[in-house]
């Protein structure tokens, strides 16, 4: 396929995913996304996720990228890295507050060296206001930007969400701002600064429900009709043991509905409210452990009424219609042969991105220093000093 940003040059400087998703979706496009990896010796104790190429974090979100081993701790590992600022678009990084400044490469250091670069830095809870300093992880995030909140409710405790949506959106909103810089670069010559706070990304997920918050003082969004406020919207158990979803949130829609199920008698209970919206959940209850989750699906799927499958993700996984799109796809793993993935879900004239290969850490040190016009004897130089590192026990 034809991959859309084939010459743009992207440095990676990170450990954790709120950046790394993102740049591998740039990645996926065709960007030279060259992630700048630590020495194993410069690592913060032995922390697999951060070390090892066959943990599930680095088989997730180091595909289609080059990796260069780099101390940064070091003055001649900084002057690569600046060799390497020269020659690219942009540098997303994921640092600790104030770490970046502390080895030189913050925006104002780069900018002065490359005045046109994009510079993107994601961080916790952004570079201004009281809690600029403060540091955090994906249940942390879920937790400060009203995602745990909103998993419980209706009796049940907060809990943690098993994905890393804080991460990830955090993630997307950085791409969408470097795609944006890239083309006012291209309008006007000049670079762009951008600051992207994982607690603000999550936070804006919550538009609606804050709208239904400022106009009508809700409070919990699952009482909002289509969230769950309504028995026409919500998760109902099989006869199998399984579930399905309703969405039935129109008028039309929930006369519908009540005819697929049988209780036409319901369908003047649209606007039903409290011990009755009970009670005509109760009855929808009733009428859907009646039948299996296939069967409701195949009856809904003929009379176009929103009843839904609830799957997992291993069923996801193995669902005909993921593979057959190539959301399911492989990359050749130095150690592990294929190792599947999931593709990024753009598909550019009909087709979705594919998977060539997989980074491992200093893999393509060598070759990129080459590029800068770095002769051999100046690599073995690095190399004797740690700056730089060759790929350490690399599988055929």
């Known amino acids: 396929m034809e991959k859309l940003l084939t010459g743009v040059r992207i440095l990676e400087v990170a450990a ?15 960007a030279d996304v060259i992630q700048i990896d630590k020495p194993r010796s410069a690592q913060r ?6 070390t090892s190429p066959e943990h599930p974090r680095w088989l997730w979100h180091s595909r289609n990228k080059r990796s260069v081993v780099l101390d940064l701790k070091q003055p001649a590992g900084q002057e690569v890295f600046y060799d390497l600022v020269v020659t690219a678009d942009a540098v997303v990084e994921g640092f600790a507050t104030g770490a970046a400044q502390r080895l030189g490469i913050d925006y104002d250091s780069v900018r002065a060296r490359k005045p046109d670069i994009i510079y993107c830095r994601v961080s ?22 009203g995602l745990t909140a909103a998993s419980g409710g209706a009796g049940r405790e907060p809990a943690v969400t098993p994905l890393p949506i804080s991460d990830s959106v955090s993630s997307l909103y950085a791409v969408i701002g470097l795609l944006a810089a890239l083309q006012q670069r291209q309008a006007t010559g000049r670079g762009a600064r951008l600051s992207i706070s994982i607690q603000d990304s999550v936070l804006s997920l919550f538009g609606y429900d804050a709208q239904y918050h400022w106009r009508a003082g809700v409070g ?25 979803m309703v969405s039935a949130v129109e008028p039309w829609a929930w006369e519908r509905l009540c005819g697929v199920l049988g209780v036409q008698d319901l369908a003047g209970a649209y606007d039903a409210t409290g011990a009755d ?7 929808l209850g009733t009428a859907f452990a009646a039948k299996t989750r296939d069967e409701w699906q195949s009856r809904g ?14 069923e996801l996984l193995r669902l005909p219609h993921m593979r057959e799109r190539g959301m399911v796809t492989s990359v050749p793993h130095p150690s592990l042969g294929d190792v599947e993935q999931l593709a990024t879900p753009i598909a550019v004239d009909g087709r979705i991105p594919t998977s060539d290969w997989m980074a491992w850490p200093g893999r393509h040190t060598e070759a990129v220093l080459a590029e800068l016009g770095y002769s051999e004897q100046r690599r073995a130089q690095l190399r004797d000093s740690g700056v730089i590192s060759l790929p350490d026990g690399e599988g055929a």
Do not use: C, W
Not at 301 to 314: E, H, M
């Open 16 to 30: 954790f995913s709120p950046v790394k998703f993102g740049t591998t979706i740039l990645a996926d496009l065709g």
């Open 45 to 50: 104790g032995d922390v697999p996720l951060l």
């Open 124 to 145: 916790g809870f952004a570079e201004t206001g009281p809690d600029a300093a403060l540091g955090g992880h994906e249940q942390n995030y879920q937790a400060v930007g």
């Open 220 to 244: 919990d969004p699952r009482t909002v009709r289509e969230f769950g406020g309504h028995p026409g919207t919500g998760v109902y158990q099989t006869s199998d043991g399984r579930y399905v």
């Open 277 to 283: 919206a009970d009670a005509v959940r109760a009855r």
């Open 301 to 314: 799927d003929a009379r176009d009424v929103g009843i839904s499958p609830v799957l997992d993700y291993t």
